[in-house]
């Protein structure tokens, strides 16, 4: 089992040094790099004792798989593994459950964007299959810009039995497709929720499809077929976050 990550960029390593600092094992800053932003984090880092090695930026480049480190890069303890179990159990102490669910999104910039998104939507957890879908990769901290390290991923074995399980729990589920003729600025929002968007090339698969309560499109005005799923998503979170208000 993976006990270790590498989280870079300066969002991302700000956001567990903020959130869990007790996670960080070490860090390493670009040499010669004189920016305010790493400063901040340099001094957070001597707060907590955290050691930090100076190192040449081939160095962060290699470390980082040529990831956008912005001169920062940390080695930390891996989050725990969230399943099945947590996630009802922080249903039931939640008063108005507020999900998302993505059926298979395999491309970390998606995921992590879907994951900024959901923290900003003030969602309470994300939900994804743990096959076929992309994990909590580096690259996916690194766009979630922090989110990856507050907003917690539920990782299911078997997503349609998750879902009846939350809707047992009283949770509505409303899937996103852009064939629905449900216009999701019409459909009903407002109570224990989770929105459900499909992966990038097939869209929600049939058995996760049949397990929504209902289906609802996002009006398209132009002549492309759909939207980016972490476009979608900021537009169906925010518009539930509009009729929660
Ligand atoms: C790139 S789209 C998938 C397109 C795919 N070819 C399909 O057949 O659904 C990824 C996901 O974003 C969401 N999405 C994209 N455009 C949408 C729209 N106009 N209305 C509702 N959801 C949309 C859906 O959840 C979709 O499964």
Redesign the pocket.
């Known amino acids: 089992m993976k006990k270790q990550d590498i989280t870079f960029g300066i969002h991302a390593v700000e956001a567990v040094l903020k959130h869990s600092p007790e996670r960080v094992i070490e860090m390493w800053v670009q040499a010669g790099r004189d920016d305010q932003r790493l400063a901040s984090l340099l001094q957070m880092a001597a707060e907590y004792g955290i050691s930090v090695q100076k190192a040449a930026r081939k160095v962060l480049d290699d470390k980082s798989d040529s990831g956008q480190h912005q001169g920062v890069l940390a080695r930390v303890k891996a989050v725990k593994q969230l399943n099945d179990n947590d996630l009802l159990s922080l249903v039931e102490k939640t008063e108005t459950p507020f999900f998302l669910i993505l059926?298979g999104v395999t491309d970390p910039h998606n995921l992590g964007a879907c994951l900024r998104n959901a923290d900003a939507a003030g969602v309470h957890g994300v939900i994804v299959p743990r096959d076929n879908s992309v994990g909590l990769t580096p690259t996916v901290s690194k766009v979630a810009c922090g989110a990856a390290e507050v907003v917690p991923l539920f990782q299911v074995t078997n997503l349609a039995r998750t879902m009846k399980s939350l809707q047992e729990k009283g949770v509505w589920i409303v899937?996103?497709?852009?064939?629905?003729d449900s216009d999701?600025y019409k459909t009903d929002l407002k109570g224990p929720l989770a929105i459900?968007?499909?992966?990038?090339?097939?869209?929600?698969r049939r058995l996760t499809r049949e397990s929504c309560d209902s289906i609802?499109?996002?009006?398209?005005a132009g002549s492309v077929?759909?939207?980016?799923?972490s476009?979608?998503?900021g537009i169906?979170l925010f518009e539930a976050v509009r009729q929660r208000l």
Do not use: R
């Not at 899937?175 to 629905?180: D, P, S, V």
């Not at 609802?216 to 398209?220: G, L, V």
């Open positions: 059926d899937g996103a497709a852009g064939e629905a999701l459900a968007m499909g992966a990038e090339d097939k869209g929600l609802a499109s996002i009006p398209m077929s759909s939207l980016n799923v476009v979608a998503t169906c």
